[in-house]
T-cell receptor
């Protein structure tokens, strides 16, 4: 089974802190994605990556950055956390282009106080 | 650009009744369509997908969905609801020539005894 592991299930951070959310997948997937999930808004794409050291902006990249130094790891960075970034963050991975679904991690619920 | 609209943010059915969750998509190219389920405090799990071929697709837990191009719909059904079906369901779309998936806002299914 493909496994996508997010390093933390719950995080509480202070406004202005730099926050790192880590995601690791173990099936050699080319593609990795970061979404945030908010009630009534579904999943919104923040950033994605099709290859090592490659990144593309999704629909809501403002206030976030990403890093993909190794194929299996995709990190989401909140440069200066704000209360409106309180959310559930979901990481996903998939094979290359085609009709493949995504495999999701269990999510990180981030609260910024 | 692709998008998904899920009609009804909440659906409530009685145990044993038909489940119908509605999804309409917009895509300028032939779409790949997906349904995911999310149980509380978990990530998303793939229920079923349509890529090509047979328009009626069967998934896990007795769910199925039918791709209707003329109606741009991909509604999810299950003949008889079970208490364990209570969860949030997300419809998603992506196209063959890219890899970023777009999700609907989700439908929360409640099953009454």
């Amino acid at each position: 089974d493909v496994k996508v592991t997010q390093s933390s299930r719950y995080l509480v951070k202070r406004t202005g802190e730099k926050v790192f959310l880590e995601c690791v997948q173990d099936m050699d997937h080319e593609n990795m994605f970061w979404y945030r999930q908010d009630p009534g808004l579904g999943l919104r794409l923040i950033y994605f990556s099709y290859d090592v050291k490659m990144k593309e902006k999704g629909d809501i990249p403002e206030g976030y950055s990403v890093s993909r130094e190794k194929k299996e790891r995709f990190s989401l960075i909140l440069e200066s956390a704000s209360t409106n970034q309180t959310s559930m963050y979901l990481c996903a991975s998939s094979w290359d282009r085609g009709g493949y679904g995504y495999t999701f991690g269990s999510g990180t619920r981030l609260t910024v106080v | 650009a692709q998008s998904v609209t899920q009609l009804g943010s909440h659906v409530s059915v009685s145990e044993g009744a038909l489940v119908l969750l509605r999804c309409n998509y917009s895509s300028s190219v032939p779409p790949y369509l997906f349904w995911y389920v999310q149980y509380p405090n978990q990530g998303l799990q793939l229920l079923l997908k349509y890529t090509t071929g047979a328009t009626l697709v069967k998934g896990i837990n007795g769910f199925e969905a039918e791709f209707k191009k003329s109606e741009t719909s991909f509604h999810l059904t299950k003949p008889s609801a079970h208490m364990s079906d209570a969860a949030e369901y997300f419809c998603a779309v992506k196209s063959a020539n890219n890899n970023d998936m777009r999700f609907g806002a989700g439908t929360r299914l409640t099953v009454k005894p």
